[in-house]
């Protein structure tokens, strides 16, 4: 099993541009999650889904869509990048019939924005 | 809403010194408590979790973390460090919901 899955590991994008982050996992878990990692802030949720076709907000998701149209599969949109959205971006998915099931986490990709 | 706060953000120790890494949350209602692992250019791994009963919990690669619901914290110690041991460290809060809150990170960096 490849586990958690992300396309591509480096982007650099000018501002205005847009892009698309992949995420995918072999693992049939239902809730998937994406977050950005800053330094001296940890994790932030952007948007999370619990199942084929939801999506949900989490705790920074303006500048960002999402969509879930198959199960193993999660994407990230960003539509007219600006420099505050350099991050490294990562993925992670959850079994799902308990919120104590351990996540899993893809490797990251890393975006730059000029 | 919940927070964790991770009082140091970087911690350097000599190899075979014992650490603690500290971790301190807030919540309104009962938590479970997670510490995460992240080494150089790598995701995120879970490296021990407190659910329920016994309030010491310990990790396979010898690390251990106390949940002490007075103090609200769940600080996590290893009694003697190796090189390999050089990550970063991320602590986190679930209320039970769909989402986990984390700290912002504890980078521990062994010298030999």
């Known amino acids: 099993n490849a586990g958690v899955t992300q396309t591509p590991k480096f982007r650099v994008l000018k501002t205005g541009q847009s892009m698309t982050l992949l995420c995918a996992q072999d693992?049939?878990?239902?809730?998937m999650y994406w977050y950005r990692q800053d330094p001296g802030m940890g994790l932030r949720l952007i948007h999370y889904?619990?199942?084929?076709?939801?999506?949900a907000k989490g705790e920074v998701p303006d500048g960002y869509n999402v969509s879930r149209l198959k199960k193993q599969n999660f994407l990230l949109g960003l539509e007219s990048a600006a420099p505050s959205q350099t991050s490294v971006y990562f993925c992670?998915?959850?079994?799902?019939?308990?919120?104590?099931?351990?996540?899993?986490f893809g490797p990251g990709t890393r975006l730059t924005v000029l | 809403a919940q927070s964790v706060t991770q009082l140091d953000s970087q911690v350097p120790v000599f190899e075979e010194a014992p650490v603690e890494l500290r971790c301190n949350y807030s919540s309104s209602v009962s938590v479970y408590l997670f510490w995460y692992v992240q080494y150089p250019n790598q995701g995120l791994q879970l490296l021990l979790k407190y659910l329920s009963g016994s309030t010491l919990v310990e990790s396979i690669n010898g690390f251990e973390a106390e949940f002490n619901k007075s103090q609200t914290s769940f600080h996590l110690r290893k009694p003697s460090v190796h090189i390999s041991d050089t990550a970063e460290y991320f602590c986190?809060?679930?209320?039970?919901?769909?989402?986990?809150?984390f700290g912002g990170g504890t980078r521990l960096m062994v010298k030999p």
């Open positions: 693992m049939n878990h239902e809730y």
């Open positions: 992670a998915s959850r079994e799902g019939l308990a919120f104590t099931d351990t996540q899993y």
């Open positions: 889904s619990v199942g084929e076709g939801t999506t």
């Open positions: 986190a809060v679930s209320d039970a919901g769909n989402m986990l809150t």
